[in-house]
Nanobody, 120 residues
Framework: VQLQAFGGGLVQAGGSLRLSCTTSGRTFSNNGVGWFRQVPGKEREFVATIGWRGGNIIYADSVKGRFAISRDNAVYLQMNSLKPEDTAVYYC?????????????????WGMGTQVTVSS
């Protein structure tokens, strides 16, 4: 499975971006999918996850109320009211099972990541 995350870019604080995650080859329609982010020198951080039917949504406290995860044939992360501390490389990942949680160990396939930079 090859995942591709795209939609990142440079945005001013308070702005919005929409990330998308698609796959080539095998689909992830039966798996939970999550978004994580990472800044240099820090561990990968959980952002949000969504179950295979679009339920079982979990958000990190730091993004709750600002970010929204959704899915159809792709998985999306709508990011609103962006803050400079949201700056990171964002990765999507396919879960091992139909529902996945906060831990990276629950995910099997990872995309290459897309850079999000929020200027103050």
């Amino acid at each position: 499975v090859q995942l591709q995350a795209f939609g990142g870019g440079l945005v001013q604080a308070g702005g919005s971006l929409r990330l998308s995650c698609t796959t080539s080859g095998r689909t992830f329609s039966n798996n939970g999918v999550g978004w994580f982010r990472q800044v240099p020198g820090k561990e990968r951080e959980f952002v949000a996850t969504i179950g295979w039917r679009g339920g079982n949504i979990i958000y990190a406290d730091s993004v709750k109320g600002r970010f929204a995860i959704s899915r159809d044939n792709a998985v999306y992360l709508q990011m609103n009211s962006l803050k400079p501390e949201d700056t990171a490389v964002y990765y999507c990942a396919v879960g091992i099972s139909a529902v996945a949680g906060r831990s990276p160990s629950q995910y099997r396939y990872w995309g290459m990541g897309t850079q999000v930079t929020v200027s103050s």
